[in-house]
């Protein structure tokens, strides 16, 4: 095994976490928590992550608020589900005694079809804007938080990070990326706001620079922060990457710990950080609403720009980020192939995070260890993604086949 694989293999720390190697689960909500409860599918789903040799695995989008859901059927961190989280935690640890578990707390903003809102009559973001994905569940339009809904927001974050923290959680993963809720504010394509929340890139950061000193307070300074940030949002008037260096420097001297750099918007560009085969059939086969998969019919092609796919797509842009920050860095983006982690680390970089390659074999890891020629199999095909709303959630339709065959 070389010096950089064997170094992606070996223990290491993120902050003061110790972790058996340098590979983590990347968040990817997987569709595995109807009515918004985690039971037994997420709980396989994670423990064959971790069982396959991962350090540390990511419970996506566990929402800091019920209104913070794209859809009703995504969890939120509350006490009604106190007991699942404790017990899901808990097995996973016993499954692999030295495995660790983050979680990423993401909120929608205005990006919403979630019709079962609690507190609010429509979804909020920074500023007005038309809804496109909620309008077919008719919640066409978005309003603009007052400065009484961000201080509200900020508390749901410190409260959910704290909650995580106790139901045995050993890391947070706070989402500033994709077009949900706290990219909004950064992007200057969705933050039109004329008071301290927007103009510039100081007020525009404001609020996701309040939401990590709220989460620090949570869970104090020995239990790791990440941060997903965007290196573009990937359209004319968004997040661009001068920006986006401002953007990490602030949440590296704002105490994060760690930070993955990714692009695109799950709003306007998606493709950005999927590269591959675009999304627009599968979901055109998935989708359930009519009036959605008549759009997706007439405009997907439009909303799903074709990238095509190649290996360490972001690393360019990352090592420009990581030469301007202290914090410990997490590459993520098309590292599939075991010459690709060689190269990341490298590099220099810190860990990396799998999305893709893990739904397909989730003993990536375990593999790669044992034969450093081992080839995952990925072919980036991204029919995986589009199955989030699928009966039983996320899987990897190569894998279906081949047990079919």
């Known amino acids: 095994m070389s010096v950089y694989l064997d170094r992606a293999f070996s223990p290491a720390k ?19 928590t109807p009515d918004g409860v985690p039971g037994e599918l997420l709980l396989d789903f994670h423990k064959d992550v971790v069982a396959g040799g991962t350090a540390m695995t990511t419970i996506g989008y566990c929402t800091s608020e019920a209104d913070g859901r794209i859809n009703d059927q995504m969890m939120w961190m509350h006490e009604g589900i106190r007991e699942q989280l404790v017990h899901m935690n808990t097995e996973l640890k016993n499954t692999v005694p030295d495995a660790k578990i983050s979680g990423q707390m993401t909120h929608c903003g205005n ?54 923290q106790e139901t045995g959680f050993d890391a947070a993963e706070i989402h500033f990326s994709h077009g949900y809720g706290l990219s909004q504010f950064i992007s200057p394509k969705t933050n039109r706001r004329t008071d301290e929340y927007g103009g510039s890139l100081v007020n525009r950061m404001r609020l996701p620079l309040r939401v990590l000193e709220a989460v620090r307070s949570a869970v104090g300074d020995d239990f790791p922060i990440l941060g997903k ?128 390659p893990l739904i397909k074999d989730p003993a990536f890891v375990n593999n790669a260890m044992g034969n450093p020629s081992y080839k995952n199999g990925c072919i980036h095909c991204n029919r995986c993604a589009t199955l989030i709303e699928a009966p039983g959630g996320v899987y990897c339709p190569l894998n279906l086949e081949a047990r079919a065959s």
């Not at 979630?114 to 909020?124: E, V, Y």
């Not at 260096?245 to 306007?268: K, N, P, R, W, Y």
């Open 111 to 164: 990006f919403s079809k979630n019709r079962k809102l609690q507190r609010l009559s429509r979804p909020l973001g920074p500023s007005r804007q038309f809804n496109m994905l909620g309008a077919p569940a008719g919640l066409p339009f978005a309003g603009a938080m007052t400065v009484t809904d961000i201080d509200y927001l900020v508390q749901t974050y410190h409260d959910a990070a704290k909650f995580m």
């Open 229 to 356: 940030m965007g290196m573009t949002d990937g359209i004319t008037a968004g997040l661009q990457f001068d920006e986006a260096i401002e953007v990490a420097t602030m949440l590296d001297q704002g105490g994060i710990d760690a930070l993955i750099c990714s692009g695109g918007t799950s709003s306007f560009n998606p493709m950005v950080y999927f590269r591959g085969d675009t999304l627009d059939k599968g979901l055109i086969e998935a989708e359930k609403n009519p009036i959605t998969k008549l759009g997706l019919k007439l405009i997907g092609s439009k909303m799903f720009r074709y990238y095509p796919y190649e290996e360490l797509y972001f690393l360019e842009d990352a090592k420009k980020i990581r030469d301007q920050v202290n914090c410990q860095m997490v590459y993520i983006g098309g590292c599939s192939e075991t010459d690709s982690v060689e190269r990341v680390m490298a590099e220099g970089f810190d860990f990396i995070q799998m999305g893709r």
């Open 14 to 32: 993120l902050g003061n976490l110790p972790l058996k190697n340098r590979i983590i689960k990347a968040a990817t909500y997987e569709g595995k």
